[in-house]
C-alpha cells in the first residue's frame, strides 16, 4: 500500500482506449468516495529505450537518485520554514513550482520539459542531464556517472549559501548577548535571545546603566557596579563604606535597578585601591560586575552591529530567494526523475511497445470544522479509509494487468539465471500497475 501522504503516478500499457481510461476512473473513484479525489492525466514521453542490461542497470541505480533528489527537496523546503518562523501561511507562498501551487503543477496538464530535458536522448544520458541540474551526491550515493560541476547547482548553493548565513546570524546572536555598551536602541532580537534574560548578578547591563552613572575621565576616580542580594542590602549600605581606608568615596552608593533577588549600587572608588575593594565585594558576597563605559567603544561596537545586522538581513533575503527558487527547480527535476522510472519500470514489466499511459492521483484528504459557521472546513489529514478504497478500486481496475505485470523475462534455464541475477529487483514489492509516489509537502 503505497503512502497516504503522497501524490500517485501511475503507469499503465496503452491497449487503445487512451481517451477513455480517465472518464472511466473518475467515474469509478468518485463513486467510492464521499470526499473527492484529484486525478489526471500525465503523460509519459516514448523515450528510448535501449538494451535489457541498461533497464535493469537503471533501475537498480534509479532508486538512489531518487532518494536524493527528495531529500534535497525535502532540505530547501525545511530551510524555508526556518526563515519563515514555521508561518504556514507564508510558507504556502514560496512553496511554488512555477509560480503556481504544487498540486497544480501536477494536476493541470502536466507536460515532460522537452526543452531543457529533450525526451529523445538516451535514458542514461536523461539521468544524468537531471542529476547534472539537481547537485550533488553523499558519497555513499554517488551515482555510476561521474558528477560534472553543473550537477552540484542546487545542493551546493544551498549549502553555501545557508552556511554564509548561519555564520552571520551566529555572529549577530553573539554581538548582541556580548555588548558592552549602553544605551544602545534595543533591536527585536534582543527581546527573544537570553540578553535580558536572568537576574542583575549575570544579564546584561547595556540597557540599564547610563553615560550619567559614571564618573568621566577621572584619573584618581574609579565608577564600579555592584549587584548585592536583596537580603543583603542593609548589610551593603553600612558597610560599603567601612571597606578600607580611602578605598570608597563616601556617601558615594546609589541604586540603579532592582530584580527580585538583587539589587544594583553604582559606587565610586580610588583606582589606586581597587584590590582592596574587590576582595571586600568577595568576603560580604557582593557581586563585582565588570563594565567599562567608552564613547568611542559604543560607537565602535554600534556600527559593527548595524553592519552585522544589515548583512543578516540582505543573506536572509537572498537565502529566501534562492530557496524559494531552488524548490521550484528541484521539484520539477525530482518530478522528471519519477517519470523516467515509471517508463523504466513499465517497459521491464510489459514490454515493447513502449507505449503507455500516464495517470496522477491524489486521494481526498478528511475534513475538520472550523469551529464558525463563517469559515469553510478545512482539509485536516489523510483519509485512511478513503485512501485505502481508492487504491483498491485502482487495483481492481488495472486486475487485468496482473498476467503480464511479472517482467518479461526468460522461460526455463534462463529464467532461473535471470532470476537469480537481479533478485533484489524481484523481490520489490509492486502492484499490477507501475506507481511511483510525490510526497506531499506539508506546509501546515
Not at 179 to 204: F, H, K, Q, W
Not at 357 to 371: D, E, M, N, Q, T
Request: glycine fraction near 4%; proline fraction near 5%; charged fraction near 25%.
Amino acid at each position: 500500500m503505497p503512502s497516504d501522504q503522497s501524490t500517485w503516478l501511475i503507469a499503465v500499457p496503452n491497449n487503445g482506449d487512451a481517451e477513455g481510461l480517465l472518464p472511466e476512473l473518475q467515474s469509478k473513484l468518485s463513486q467510492q468516495s464521499k470526499s473527492p479525489n484529484s486525478i489526471a492525466e500525465f503523460p509519459i514521453p516514448s523515450f528510448k529505450t535501449g538494451t535489457l542490461d541498461l533497464l535493469i542497470s537503471l533501475s537498480e541505480d534509479l532508486p538512489k537518485h531518487d532518494t536524493f533528489f527528495t531529500n534535497t527537496v525535502a532540505k530547501v523546503v525545511e530551510t524555508l520554514r526556518n526563515l519563515l518562523n514555521n508561518d504556514a501561511s507564508k510558507l504556502s507562498q514560496h512553496i511554488l513550482v512555477n509560480e503556481k501551487p504544487v498540486d497544480e503543477y501536477l494536476l493541470n496538464n502536466w507536460k515532460w520539459n522537452d526543452g531543457r530535458y529533450g525526451s529523445q536522448r538516451g535514458l542514461r544520458e536523461m539521468v544524468d542531464t537531471l542529476n547534472k541540474v539537481c547537485g550533488s551526491y553523499p558519497i555513499d550515493l554517488l551515482p555510476p556517472t561521474k558528477p560534472t560541476q553543473e550537477m552540484s547547482s542546487i545542493d551546493n548553493s544551498m549549502k553555501a549559501k545557508l552556511t554564509n548565513y548561519n555564520l552571520v546570524k551566529g555572529s549577530l546572536v553573539q554581538m548582541q548577548r556580548k555588548r558592552t555598551y549602553a544605551r544602545i536602541p534595543i533591536l527585536i532580537e534582543d527581546i527573544l535571545n537570553p540578553l535580558s534574560s536572568g537576574n542583575l548578578s549575570v544579564r546584561s547591563l547595556v540597557d540599564i546603566v547610563s553615560k550619567e552613572d559614571f564618573i568621566q575621565d577621572s584619573e584618581y576616580l574609579d565608577t564600579l557596579l555592584v549587584a548585592v542580594p536583596k537580603n543583603l542590602v542593609k548589610d551593603w549600605n553600612s558597610k560599603y563604606e567601612h571597606f578600607g581606608k580611602m578605598v570608597v568615596v563616601p556617601r558615594s552608593s546609589k541604586p540603579i535597578a532592582s530584580d527580585d533577588e538583587y539589587t544594583l549600587f553604582s559606587v565610586v572608588t580610588f583606582r589606586r585601591f581597587h584590590d582592596d575593594f574587590v576582595q571586600a565585594c568577595r568576603e560580604n558576597k557582593f557581586i563585582l560586575r565588570e563594565f567599562v563605559y567608552s564613547d568611542e567603544e559604543i560607537a565602535k561596537q554600534k556600527m559593527e552591529l548595524d553592519m552585522t545586522d544589515t548583512t543578516e538581513k540582505e543573506l536572509w533575503t537572498e537565502l529566501l530567494h534562492l530557496s524559494r527558487t531552488n524548490f521550484s527547480e528541484s521539484f520539477q527535476i525530482l518530478v522528471h526523475l519519477k517519470v523516467v522510472r515509471l517508463f523504466i519500470e513499465s517497459v521491464l514489466r510489459y514490454g515493447l511497445p513502449a507505449n503507455y499511459i500516464g495517470v496522477v492521483v491524489k486521494a481526498s484528504l478528511s475534513f475538520c470544522s472550523s469551529g464558525s459557521s463563517d469559515k469553510p472546513n478545512m482539509p485536516h489529514q489523510p483519509d485512511p479509509k478513503s485512501i485505502k478504497k481508492t487504491f483498491s478500486t485502482l487495483q481492481s481496475h488495472f486486475s487485468y494487468l496482473g498476467s503480464s505485470s511479472k517482467r518479461n523475462n526468460p522461460k526455463g534455464g534462463e529464467a532461473d539465471e535471470f532470476v537469480g541475477e537481479y533478485q533484489t529487483l524481484m523481490e520489490q514489492e509492486f502492484y499490477d500497475f507501475v506507481l511511483y509516489e510525490v510526497p506531499w509537502i506539508i506546509t501546515q
